[in-house]
T-cell receptor
Framework: DTGVSQDPRHKITKRGQNVTFRCDPI?????LYWYRQTLGQGPEFLTY????????KSRLLSDRFSAERPKGSFSTLEIQRTEQGDSAMYLC????????????FGSGTRLTVV | DQQVKQNSPSLSVQEGRISILNCDYT??????FLWYKKYPAEGPTFLIS?????DKNEDGRFTVFLNKSAKHLSLHIVPSQPGDSAVYFC???????????FGQGTRLTINP
């Protein structure tokens, strides 16, 4: 069990560029979540996958954001035409069927838009 | 609309004493509450949880208390240790929901 892995750890991009982040969940976990955390705030929910199906999306996920989880394994989060307000820590988490809500987070990808 | 609030941005406690972190919520539909701990450059780590059918849950040095009438929960750490220095997040959810709603966090510093 290597935990939830996120890549890259840090990303600096110019405003207007597209960026893509990857998340590899714990292998036996069928549920995968993306959260965003800005400075001084707690994580905010973005979207949720059960296997390959994206079942819930937050209003925070504007049309510039898209997430996928092909084959129900790893997931990608893409941000198109980045804006300075997109600068944040993007956290991925996963959990298995049933059990408690204490899902496992990755270490996050810190995005800085300059 | 901040449904989960941690009104103390920071807390400083002497090693060996009790640390008490507080959290308030506004949505009475919440029925499951969790505490997460976060070190710099790492993701949040699950610490302890409580269902609304209980008013207390204990795990080693950590105890969470829930007061449903006041919509308030607290995390007690006894005794506090230097390794407990971290940011602590309170989170809430309700049955059938997948997402967690987090508070803003409280930075706990344990002084030797």
């Amino acid at each position: 069990d290597t935990g939830v892995s996120q890549d890259p750890r840090h990303k600096i991009t110019k405003r207007g560029q597209n960026v893509t982040f990857r998340c590899d969940p714990i292998s036996e976990h069928n549920r995968l979540y993306w959260y965003r955390q800005t400075l001084g705030q707690g994580p905010e929910f973005l979207t949720y996958f059960q296997n390959e199906a994206q079942l819930e999306k937050s209003r925070l996920l504007s049309d510039r954001f898209s997430a996928e989880r092909p084959k129900g394994s790893f997931s990608t989060l893409e941000i198109q035409r980045t804006e300075q307000g997109d600068s944040a820590m993007y956290l991925c988490a996963s959990r298995g069927e049933g059990g408690e809500y204490g899902y496992t987070f990755g270490s996050g990808t810190r995005l800085t838009v300059v | 609309d901040q449904q989960v609030k941690q009104n103390s941005p920071s807390l400083s406690v002497q090693e060996g004493r009790i640390s008490i972190l507080n959290c308030d919520y506004t949505n009475s539909m919440f029925d499951y509450f969790l505490w997460y701990k976060k070190y710099p450059a790492e993701g949040p780590t699950f610490l302890i949880s409580i269902s609304s059918i209980k008013d207390k849950n204990e795990d080693g040095r950590f105890t969470v208390f829930l007061n449903k009438s006041a919509k308030h929960l607290s995390l007690h750490i006894v005794p506090s240790q230097p390794g407990d220095s971290a940011v602590y997040f309170c989170a809430a959810s309700f049955q059938g929901a997948q997402k967690l709603v987090f508070g803003q966090g409280t930075r706990l510093t344990i002084n030797p």
